[in-house]
């Protein structure tokens, strides 16, 4: 069974930019969950996506959005970035399994 | 507030050694899980184990154990016969009760595990 894959891998951009990340969970997974990972604040949690719907949502202000598809594949996304947004973005995936979370390789956004 | 914690920013250990690596918990819930995972250099975050709050034996998996103590809300991380590829940082994360956090986890600030040859 594939894992779960993230793309792009690496991403630079500018202040004031959006940026749009994929992540595509393992086959038959329903649950998406996004986290930020920078040096200061460590493994931070988004947002969590389960059948199309946000259920969970960390606290990080508005310009951190997503989505999730029919297919479960989610989106994230963020507008006017910030230099702080600089971080390692990692996506897990999980069947809803309280003891399950598997996550992707990440992507490196940085913002210059 | 719910919190993991683990106190040992760096640690060293001689290969085939067992290491046992610390964290922390602080939650008012009755039922959670606590993970480990291993996060190598390239970035990706590799499941090591799982401990549900209810579970009376403690979690094994292969080198992998997690030593659960829930009266003294820890739950450490023992790596026995440590091999050079067990570089790494490591994370002790907890999932909060309730279905709706069944995607979140709370992560400490993580060891790094420097093996010695």
């Known amino acids: 069974k594939a894992g779960v894959t993230q793309t792009p891998r690496y991403l630079i951009k500018t202040r004031g930019q959006q940026v749009t990340l994929s992540c595509s969970p393992i086959s038959g997974h329903r649950s998406v969950s996004w986290y930020q990972q920078t040096p200061g604040q460590g493994l931070q949690f988004l947002f969590e996506?389960?059948?199309?719907?946000?259920?969970n949502k960390g606290n990080f202000p508005g310009r951190f959005s997503g989505r999730q598809f029919s297919n479960s594949r989610s989106e994230m996304n963020v507008s006017t970035l910030e230099l702080g947004d600089s971080a390692l973005y990692l996506c897990?995936?999980?069947?809803?399994?309280?003891?399950?979370?598997?996550f992707g390789p990440g992507t490196r956004l940085t913002v210059t | 507030a719910q919190k993991i914690t683990q106190t040992q920013p760096g640690m060293f250990v001689q290969e085939k050694e067992a290491v046992t690596l610390d964290c922390t918990y602080d939650?008012?819930?009755?039922?959670?899980?606590l993970f480990w995972y291993k996060q190598p250099s390239s970035g990706e975050m590799i499941f090591l184990i799982y401990q549900g709050s209810y579970d009376e034996q403690n979690a094994t998996e292969g080198r992998y154990s997690l030593n659960f103590q829930k009266a003294r809300k820890s739950a450490n991380l023992v790596i026995s016969a440590s091999q050079l590829g067990d570089s790494a940082m490591y994370f002790c994360?907890?999932?909060?009760?309730?279905?709706?956090?069944?995607?979140?986890?709370?992560f400490g600030q993580g060891t790094t595990l420097q093996v010695k040859p």
């Open positions: 939650t008012s819930d009755q039922s959670y899980g």
């Open positions: 996506y389960f059948s199309e719907t946000q259920r």
């Open positions: 897990a995936s999980s069947s809803g399994k309280f003891y399950e979370q598997y």
């Open positions: 994360a907890m999932r909060p009760s309730g279905s709706s956090n069944t995607g979140k986890l709370i």
